[in-house]
């Protein structure tokens, strides 16, 4: 119970992220200074009721639930109602291209990338924010605070057509992970390189027959994780290039030979069976079907993912044992590197058709005050926390996530993911850095 309600409540919007670890927000443009939140005012009476409709994204590992209590605290706070709009999983783009070419858009959309978010924008589907500004006054604070994160907001044409956010790319890190107890009682260590993997794999699959021993998911995207140990680089499957740091040049990954060599090693672990045929397509819910029962041992994911399998799994399989693996480099003695994924882009637009716009801008900026930040990092006082000394606490079936029980609540902030309903944290930790662009 205690990770589901994270998920859907730090979920509750991704601006709620938005104030990273700091804990201001107000109407004075100083970020020091403190102001009272929208939500301050509304508490001497109930707020105005409001519903909007909204286009967002439901994952796998956290389907979307209209029952999670995140939905009633909003509604308490704010008087808005959210009446979901969800595509099956990883059909979000589809659903979005799909729904601006109509013409008939909800108040709301979601997105995983900012590319979308300007395209859309610029073509006249969305609401510039920059031009409510002025009537929230948490967003404005907070972008007189964090100056980088709003710029990375911004379109090319000086316009802000998503939500910003801080920091909640901190803990997007991903790495390589091995079944520890099945290399253990086969008497396999893990491969420090691509041709050991390749030995590995072979082993793993004579020994497992109807397995594939390495999976992943969402298909080409993962490119952008194995191409660093290749001295190349892939972004994320869909343009290619990346900035070299050594040369101080961008670069395009698949015309290059080290680029080629990674491919050359993905054709041959498909043409033997050591990755699934159908690699090019697992979701989600097939990749986690595959890693949890006996089919894939080694793959490439989200570092919460340790926990997210071991926990469950080892009530069926005390020995299941999935642990970080150091990244194989490409080729003996060759970088041993991952892919830089503590960013994230993903975020809340406001549509051009919507009746609604200033009530769901005043609505947005709740997130941006301190007010908004604990409704959705920490729920109801008396129901999902409590507070003493100034300290906070989960309580009841709440509490029961690790991750969240060994850290301070001064420094907790939303991880979002790109994988959620509007949209959805895996869980709480500190991420008080800024993302940066170096892969």
């Given at each position: 119970?205690r990770?589901?309600?994270?998920?859907?409540?730090?979920a509750?919007?991704?601006?709620?992220v938005?104030?990273?670890c700091?804990?201001?927000?107000?109407?004075?443009?100083?970020?020091?200074?403190?102001?009272?939140?929208?939500?301050?005012?509304?508490?001497?009476?109930?707020?105005?009721?409001?519903?909007?409709?909204?286009?967002?994204?439901?994952?796998?590992?956290?389907?979307?639930?209209?029952?999670?209590?995140?939905?009633?605290?909003?509604?308490?706070?704010?008087?808005?109602?959210?009446?979901m709009?969800?595509?099956?999983?990883?059909q979000?783009?589809?659903?979005?291209?799909?729904?601006?070419?109509?013409?008939?858009m909800?108040?709301?959309?979601?997105?995983?990338?900012?590319?979308?978010?300007?395209?859309?924008?610029?073509?006249?589907?969305?609401?510039?924010?920059?031009?409510?500004?002025n009537?929230?006054p948490?967003?404005?604070?907070?972008?007189?605070q964090?100056?980088?994160d709003?710029?990375?907001?911004m379109?090319?044409?000086?316009?802000?057509?998503?939500?910003?956010?801080?920091?909640?790319g901190?803990t997007?890190?991903m790495?390589?992970?091995?079944?520890e107890?099945?290399?253990?009682?086969?008497?396999?260590?893990?491969?420090?390189?691509?041709?050991?993997?390749?030995?590995?794999?072979?082993?793993?699959?004579?020994?497992?027959?109807?397995?594939?021993?390495?999976?992943?998911?969402?298909?080409?995207?993962?490119?952008?994780?194995?191409?660093?140990?290749?001295?190349t680089?892939?972004?994320?499957?869909?343009?290619?290039?990346?900035?070299?740091?050594?040369?101080k040049?961008?670069?395009?990954?698949?015309?290059?030979?080290?680029?080629?060599?990674?491919?050359?090693?993905?054709?041959?672990?498909?043409k033997?069976?050591?990755?699934?045929?159908d690699f090019?397509?697992?979701?989600?819910?097939?990749?986690q079907?595959?890693?949890?029962?006996?089919r894939?041992?080694v793959?490439?994911?989200?570092?919460?993912?340790?926990?997210?399998?071991?926990?469950?799994?080892?009530?069926?399989?005390?020995?299941?044992?999935?642990?970080?693996?150091?990244?194989?480099?490409?080729?003996?003695?060759?970088?041993?590197?991952?892919?830089?994924?503590?960013?994230?882009?993903?975020?809340?637009?406001?549509?051009?058709?919507?009746?609604?716009?200033?009530?769901i801008?005043?609505?947005?900026d709740?997130?941006?005050?301190?007010?908004?930040?604990?409704?959705?990092s920490?729920?109801?006082?008396?129901?999902?926390?409590?507070?003493?000394?100034?300290?906070?606490k989960?309580?009841g079936?709440?509490?029961?996530?690790?991750?969240?029980?060994?850290?301070?609540?001064?420094?907790?902030?939303?991880?979002?993911r790109?994988?959620?309903?509007?949209?959805?944290?895996?869980?709480?930790?500190?991420?008080?850095?800024?993302?940066?662009?170096?892969?």
């Open positions: 119970m990770k589901s309600f994270t998920w859907a409540l730090t509750a919007l991704t601006a709620a938005v104030t990273g700091s804990s201001k927000g107000g109407s004075t443009a100083a970020p020091s200074g403190p102001a009272p939140a929208p939500a301050d005012k509304a508490a001497a009476s109930p707020p105005k009721e409001h519903t909007f409709t909204f286009l967002t994204y439901s994952n796998a590992s956290w389907p979307y639930n209209k029952d999670w209590p995140v939905w009633k605290y909003i509604k308490e706070k704010t008087g808005v109602t959210l009446n709009q969800v595509p099956p999983d990883a979000l783009d589809n659903a979005l291209n799909l729904t601006v070419a109509s013409g008939n909800p108040d709301m959309l979601y997105t995983q990338s900012k590319k979308t978010a300007d395209k859309f924008g610029q073509q006249g589907a969305l609401v510039n924010i920059l031009d409510y500004v009537e929230m948490n967003l404005k604070s907070w972008m007189t964090f100056p980088t709003t710029q990375n907001a379109s090319a044409d000086g316009k802000m057509y998503v939500f910003p956010n801080h920091g909640i901190e997007n890190r790495n390589w992970m091995y079944r107890d099945v290399f253990k009682k086969n008497g396999l260590k893990p491969p420090a390189n691509w041709d050991e993997l390749y030995t590995v794999l072979k082993q793993l699959k004579q020994a497992y027959p109807n397995s594939y021993p390495m999976a992943w998911r969402q298909g080409l995207q993962y490119l952008r994780n194995f191409s660093p140990a290749f001295a680089g892939s972004d994320d499957g869909s343009s290619d290039v990346y900035f070299d740091f050594d040369k040049e961008w670069r395009y990954g698949p015309i290059e030979d080290n680029f080629k060599k990674l491919i050359t090693y993905l054709n041959k672990f498909y033997e069976g050591l990755i699934p045929p090019l397509t697992i979701d989600t819910k097939q990749w079907d595959l890693m949890s029962t006996d894939a041992f793959t490439v994911d989200y570092i919460s993912r340790v926990d997210f399998y071991n926990l469950p799994m080892r009530k069926q399989n005390p020995q299941y044992n999935l642990l970080f693996m150091p990244t194989p480099a490409g080729w003996p003695g060759g970088p041993q590197k991952n892919a830089y994924t503590q960013f994230l882009e993903n975020g809340i637009m406001v549509t051009s058709t919507s009746k609604q716009i200033k009530d801008m005043h609505f947005m709740f997130y941006y005050s301190k007010d908004g930040l604990n409704l959705v920490w729920g109801k006082q008396g129901e999902t926390y409590s507070e003493e000394n100034g300290k906070k989960f309580i079936g709440y509490a029961t996530y690790p991750t969240c029980a060994k850290r301070p609540a001064s420094r907790r902030t939303a991880r979002i790109g994988s959620t309903t509007i949209p959805t944290c895996r869980y709480l930790r500190p991420s008080c850095r800024t993302p940066t662009s170096k892969r």
